[in-house]
């Protein structure tokens, strides 16, 4: 089974700065899918980044990137340029290939204040 | 736009209680997914489902049962509600995986806020 572990319950930053959620995960799985979900207080979960573990090429969206390092299991989101927007809180989420209904195992989460 | 929704935002019910939640997406998706989400412990999956008819387990499938009828709506049935069901509970649907277009990614309702008392 897979675990997916999210270690900073909360964090806060300042309008325009940088912050970093980290991920790490465990599984014995070589092909997967890594995504980071966003859950704003609307409670609406959208999908901001998703990672093919066979790409190495980082994955970004806008000011939204990942640092995606397949021999140590990590998975961390860099949110760049921050805006109140982004307030909300953030879910990791594994998804193996050899899944053919596409489920998801997330972790537990980070809340992340966006202040001004 | 894909649109998931679910029949309640809000819900309080009692012990003992059978409870219907409901969750109709309009996009044709094949899969469709029944999350708990408490605090400190992320999103759990309860049940899925991915195609009229089929179920699997999820992860914490016990006291619950659902039901898809029809291939736009997944429903999830409580059926003696206790007080450890209080939670949030998420609705998702995707695309069957093997079609490659963006199969992978789920796309969730607003999910439905259950308290038991």
């Known amino acids: 089974a897979q675990t997916v572990t999210q270690s900073q319950p909360e964090m806060s930053v300042q309008e325009a700065e940088t912050v970093t959620l980290s991920c790490t995960y465990d599984?014995?799985?070589?092909?997967?899918?890594l995504f980071w979900y966003k859950q704003p207080p609307s409670r609406q979960m959208i999908l901001v980044i998703r990672?093919?573990?066979?790409?190495?090429q980082n994955a970004t969206e806008n000011r939204f990137s990942v640092n995606f390092q397949k021999a140590a299991k990590s998975f961390s989101l860099k949110i760049s340029d921050s805006q109140l927007g982004d307030t909300a809180m953030y879910f990791c989420?594994?998804?193996?290939?050899?899944?053919?209904?596409?489920?998801?195992?997330f972790g537990a989460g980070t809340q992340v204040v966006v202040t001004p | 736009d894909v649109k998931v929704t679910q029949s309640s935002r809000y819900l309080v019910k009692r012990t003992g209680e059978k409870v219907f939640l409901e969750c109709v997406q309009d996009?044709?998706?094949?899969?469709m997914f029944w999350y708990r989400q408490d605090p400190g412990l992320g999103l759990r999956l309860i049940y899925f489902?991915?195609?009229?008819?089929?179920?699997e387990k999820g992860d914490i499938p016990e006291g619950y049962s659902v039901s898809r009828e029809k291939k736009e709506r997944f429903s999830l049935i409580l059926e003696s509600a206790s007080t450890n069901q209080t939670s949030m509970y998420l609705c998702?649907?995707?695309?069957?995986?093997?079609?490659?277009?963006?199969?992978?990614?789920?796309?969730f309702g607003p999910g439905t806020r259950l308290t038991v008392l």
């Open positions: 998702a649907s995707s695309l069957w995986f093997r079609t490659g277009e963006r199969g992978d990614e789920q796309f």
């Open positions: 599984t014995s799985e070589n092909n997967y899918y």
């Open positions: 990672q093919e573990a066979y790409k190495q």
């Open positions: 989420a594994f998804m193996k290939l050899t899944d053919s209904w596409g489920k998801l195992q």
């Open positions: 996009m044709d998706h094949e899969n």
């Open positions: 489902s991915y195609d009229v008819k089929m179920k």
